[in-house]
């Protein structure tokens, strides 16, 4: 595709529940970057994947966050037991360069 | 502390005002990214720079990236309310210096 593609762009979950957010990176882009951004808050950085590389997992809140990036291309970012405090917009980014990066939508994640 | 500030956290203008918002480090970077984030949006890439002492201008936007490259500015002219969001600088910033990093924002609202 032409951009940076999410999905779903909408996820409402019960409290203890898994979910699986995903990520179709710019085709070609070696960089892929998960952040989370709370209701008029800033990007709170979670995982970052660069080409074959160990993925940076730094940012990743608990033990219940992991993701995963298939193929140097796809991503999928899963929160297992979901709680209330991780509701929040989820955004991923890619970049092929030191030029920018271009980011997707988000998935707005709402746990009840 | 985070590796960049941002200034100021939020600001309210009236339309045809101008503003300056800032972009500090005590770090030195090989370049620096500005973006915008419209409520309901990912945030887009507005500029990059990438040499000390660089203007940029993007119709009524000027980024200027300081002599020493540790810091950057962003100035508005005749604000509008379309100018109105989020505003972020980022930088390559990691042991491999590939990583992109955000500054806290600075919120912009602009009012008709």
């Known amino acids: 595709g032409a951009g940076v593609s999410q999905s779903p762009s909408n996820k409402v979950t019960e409290k203890g529940k898994d979910v699986e957010l995903r990520c179709d990176p710019i085709s070609g882009h070696t960089a892929l970057y998960w952040y989370r951004q709370s209701l008029g808050q800033g990007l709170e950085f979670l995982i970052y994947?660069?080409?074959?590389?160990?993925?940076?997992k730094s940012g990743l809140p608990s033990d219940r966050f992991s993701a995963e990036r298939t193929g140097g291309s796809v991503s999928t970012l899963t929160i297992q037991r979901t709680q209330q405090e991780d509701s929040a917009v989820y955004l991923c980014a890619s970049s092929l360069h030191i030029l920018g990066a271009f980011f997707g939508q988000g998935t707005r994640l709402t746990v009840v | 502390t985070q590796l960049l500030e941002q200034s100021p956290q939020f600001l309210s203008i009236q339309e045809g005002e101008n503003l300056t918002v800032y972009c500090n480090s005590s770090?030195?970077?090989?370049?620096l990214q500005w973006y915008r984030q419209e409520p309901g949006e990912g945030p887009v890439l507005l500029v990059t720079?990438?040499?000390?002492?660089e203007v940029k201008k993007l119709k009524r936007l000027t980024f200027q990236f300081g002599d020493a490259r540790k810091d950057s500015s962003l100035h508005i002219t005749a604000a509008q309310p379309g100018d109105t969001g989020l505003y972020l600088c980022?930088?390559?910033?990691?042991?491999?210096?590939?990583?992109?990093?955000f500054g806290g924002g600075t919120r912009l609202m602009v009012k008709p």
């Open positions: 994947f660069q080409g074959n590389s160990a993925p940076d």
């Open positions: 720079v990438v040499t000390g002492g």
């Open positions: 980022a930088v390559l910033y990691n042991n491999a210096g590939n990583m992109l990093t």
């Open positions: 770090s030195v970077f090989s370049s």
